[in-house]
Every structure is written in C-alpha cells, then in structure tokens.
C-alpha cells in the first residue's frame, strides 16, 4: 500500500485544478439534463470532460490501430480506476460495472451520468448480464467490459471469463479488442496499477503529485464471433491481448514500487 505524499504548494494546486474539474462536470451534466433525460449530444458532452480529466492526470495518452465505429462489443485489458477516464476519453463507451459503484459518493454518479451500465455481479446469472449488453448493443451502443474481472500490474493479462463473450452472438456484433499500457521513459509505471490494498486517495494524490505517465491504448484487429464458442473466443483474445501487451512494453520488467521517486511504500506489519 502506498501512502499520501506531502502536501506541497503544487500537489495542492493541482488537487485544486482537479476538484473545479469534477464540479464543472456536475454542473455540466445538470444544466445539459443528463440527470433528467437522455439525448444524442450529451455522449460527446462526456468523452470531452473526460479527455480534459486525463489531462488533469497528466495522462500523455497516445493511439495505435483503427477503432470500429460501429456498435460492437468492446474488451480491455484493467490496470486502473484510469482505464475508464482513459477509453471513455477516446470514445464514446459505455462501461460495465457492479452495481455497488453505483451507490459511491461522487463517483457513482458520474458513472450514471456516463452511462455505465451496472450489473450485480456473483449471482451466476452470465446470461441475464450478457442479455442487457446485447441491448445494449442493439441500441447503437459501444460496451466495453473487463474480461478479466479484476486489475492487474499491467505487465500482462490474467485468465479471461468466457461467459460475457456469448454478448457477441446474442447482439450480432463483432469484437474490437484493444490493450492499455502505462509508462514512464519505456518502462512500465508502478504506481499505474490500482491494486490489492491500494487506497483512492492516497493513490490519486500521487499521481498529481508526479510527473506526467504515457499511456498506450492499441487497437487490435476486430474479431467476427460467427462459428466461435463463448469459450473460444475468450481464449484467442486472451492469446493475443497478451501478446500485444507483451510488444508494447518489450522487455520491461513487472513495476515495482519500492525505490521509486516520490512514492513511500508502507511496508507490511511483521
């Protein structure tokens, strides 16, 4: 687990920076009636607020490879609570999340302000989820989910939950997977991830209090789902989302915090 750095004259300002950000989007969404009703403008609205938070979080993001513009369903590998500022800044998505988000102070509203779509996870009803993302879908919509379920360092990817896959046959759309690397001078950035214990504040603050992070977000060829099983198309993305990875970041070790500039670890009680 990391700690919160000191509060310096920059950290504060640029915590300030952001704060003025987040209830400009708040205002935003009320006086643009997102809280009240739905209209074809209000995404583009969004994906502009998030490109300016991303840019709050001296996040230098670059693109690789074509995005589809058509609904489709869309996967990523998860490093970070910044994956979503990230892909959303770039194109109009609408998340899946569980649906405890939904009740977080702040964050749960901008997130239905976002139009992420919350599912209550662990109930094994994969074909009731997988039913609404194809309505998703079907709706002219671009949904993203974790096949993995969880964050990772981001040196590679875990093993892929099959079952969410079937969104694809149910919605008639092919898959447009893309990878998501963060770095620092060529080498992975150990305080990307949002892992284990770490905590939102103390990771935040950090992260202002740093310097600015590259982040690749690659775009791999789209996959037509005809004549694959849920199961198999979980495993050759899994396949290749790894590799690509593994390209991006070449021979980049996994991160390590310890040592880092800036970053105190709290070490573990004995």
Request: charged share 15%.
């Amino acid at each position: 687990m990391i700690e919160k750095p000191p509060l310096t004259p920059r950290l504060v300002w640029r915590l300030t920076c952001l704060l003025l950000l987040i209830v400009f989007g708040l205002v935003l969404a009320l006086f643009s009636g997102m809280f009240f009703f739905q209209a074809r403008w209000q995404p583009a609205l969004v994906t502009w607020w998030l490109r300016r938070l991303t840019s709050s979080l001296q996040l230098r993001i670059s693109i690789q490879g074509e995005p589809v513009e058509e609904p489709a369903l869309w996967i990523s590998n998860h490093v970070s609570w910044m994956d979503i500022p990230v892909l959303g800044g770039v194109r109009r998505l609408h998340f899946l999340s569980k649906a405890e988000v939904a009740e977080w102070p702040l964050i749960g509203l901008l997130a239905k302000v976002a139009g992420t779509l919350f599912i209550r996870r662990g109930s094994g009803d994969s074909a009731h989820v997988s039913a609404q993302m194809a309505e998703a879908i079907g709706e002219g919509k671009r949904v993203l989910f974790f096949p993995e379920g969880t964050t990772t360092d981001g040196h590679t990817v875990k093993r892929f939950f099959a079952k969410l896959f079937q969104t694809a046959h149910l919605a008639g759309c092919r898959i447009q997977p893309m990878v998501l690397c963060y770095q620092h001078e060529g080498e992975l950035h150990p305080l990307a991830p949002f892992i284990g214990d770490d905590e939102m504040g103390a990771h935040l603050l950090n992260l202002l209090a740093l310097g600015p992070m590259d982040v690749t977000v690659q775009f791999l060829p789209v996959i037509d789902p005809a004549g694959h099983t849920a199961p198999e198309l979980a495993i050759h993305c899994e396949d290749i989302m790894r590799t690509a990875l593994h390209a991006l970041h070449g021979a980049s070790p996994a991160p390590v915090r310890e040592g880092w500039p800036g970053v105190v670890v709290r070490k573990a009680a004995s």
